[in-house]
């Protein structure tokens, strides 16, 4: 006689069966895509109900160290760590390892495509700048200096261009970003570069229960002392289990991502970097499971 557990766990389960069948997304994987709209809800929610946070405090600043050395680089961080990823895993005897490589690299090079696209230069000014412009969005300054070419002179001791790219208009001293819809470039970066990892790791994940094994084995070693004990632990989060670094770099993403959430933007910014990020990951990793299963069919 099934208990009233047995029926939700086996309703869960069809729920799952049936989104993996339908829809080509496990459930663990559409968790995973949602849990960035929750950041946002939460964000909004800490914005509307702790206005203490708005005080100054070290997320608000821009200059925030975890800002201008982690997620202004944000795409250097996560390449460094796909590699060590890559690396490790590879090293652990696989079979196959040309073929995993290549799949691995043309992954990456599409991926760093759309981050390039969307942000850095696309035929001229990046995607996001383009949307600002498109929508009326100005760069607006007092002295364009080497950059006038770009620049109409207004007569009101200002310059304006439509032309500069975002990137480049901040250089110059004194500038603003005036008008237009701006999509917030760190959302993009932070959904696009955790999306990455998570669903490239996700095919060599070892389940919870290895990593804590692993983990609390380290830990209850009570022979080593506290600096043997952390060694242990960076070895093992490099060399063993590479998914311990992949978890910090998402935990810190998805943390970052909660302060600019809190912040900075307007919500609709936020949105349009939110799905401009899911969107490369979407075509790379799950539009073509769609074209796989109807090759699959075809076959039978
Ligand atoms: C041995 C096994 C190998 C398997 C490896 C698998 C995959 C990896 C494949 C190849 C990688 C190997 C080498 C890669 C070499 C070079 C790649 C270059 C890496 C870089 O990304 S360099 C550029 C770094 N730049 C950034 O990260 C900038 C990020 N910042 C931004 O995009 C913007 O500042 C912003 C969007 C965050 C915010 O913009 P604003 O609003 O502030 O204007
Ligand atoms: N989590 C965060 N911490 C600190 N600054 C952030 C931030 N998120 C966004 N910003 C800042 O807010 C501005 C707009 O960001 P974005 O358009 O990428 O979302 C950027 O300013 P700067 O470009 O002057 O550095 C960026 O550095």
Redesign the pocket.
């Known amino acids: 006689m099934p208990t009233v557990y047995d029926r939700h766990f086996n309703q869960v389960r069809n729920i799952a069966r049936h989104l993996h069948n339908h829809y080509h997304i496990a459930a663990n994987e559409l968790l995973f895509l949602s849990s960035f709209i929750i950041n946002l809800v939460l964000g909004r929610l800490i914005h509307w109900t702790a206005p203490q946070e708005e005080v100054y405090n070290y997320y608000t600043d821009k200059r925030n160290i975890l800002n201008q050395l982690f ?7 996560t ?1 460094i760590v ?2 060590v990823f ?2 490790s895993i ?1 090293t652990q005897s696989r079979p196959r390892k040309s073929k995993v ?1 290549r799949e ?2 043309i992954r ?1 090079a599409v991926i ?1 495509m759309w ?1 390039i696209l969307f ?2 230069w696309c035929f001229g000014l990046p995607i996001m700048d383009r949307i600002f412009v498109l929508t009326g969005g100005k760069c607006v300054v007092e002295d364009p200096g080497r950059h006038v070419k770009l620049f109409a002179n207004l007569g009101n001791g200002k310059s304006v261009s439509s032309t500069i790219s ?2 480049n208009c ?1 250089r110059i001293k004194g500038s603003s970003w005036e008008g237009g819809h701006d999509p917030s ?2 959302v ?2 932070l959904i696009h570069s955790s999306l990455y990892l998570f669903l490239e790791t996700a095919e060599y994940w070892p389940g919870w229960g290895a990593l804590i094994n692993s983990i609390s084995s380290v830990v209850h070693n009570h022979e080593k002392t506290i600096i043997e004990k952390l060694k242990q632990l960076a070895i093992l989060g490099v060399k063993i289990h590479p998914q311990l670094l992949v978890i910090g770099m998402i935990s810190f993403w998805w943390f970052m991502l909660l302060t600019t959430n809190i912040y900075f933007h307007s919500i609709a910014e936020k949105l349009v970097g939110m799905v401009y990020g899911y969107l490369g990951i979407v075509v790379v990793y799950f539009v073509p499971r769609i074209f796989r299963q109807q090759s699959q069919i075809g076959k039978n």
């Open positions: 997620v202004k680089n944000g795409w250097a961080w390449t796909i590699v890559y690396v590879l490589i691995a690299v990456y760093t981050w942000t850095q975002s990137y901040k470039g760190h993009f970066l």
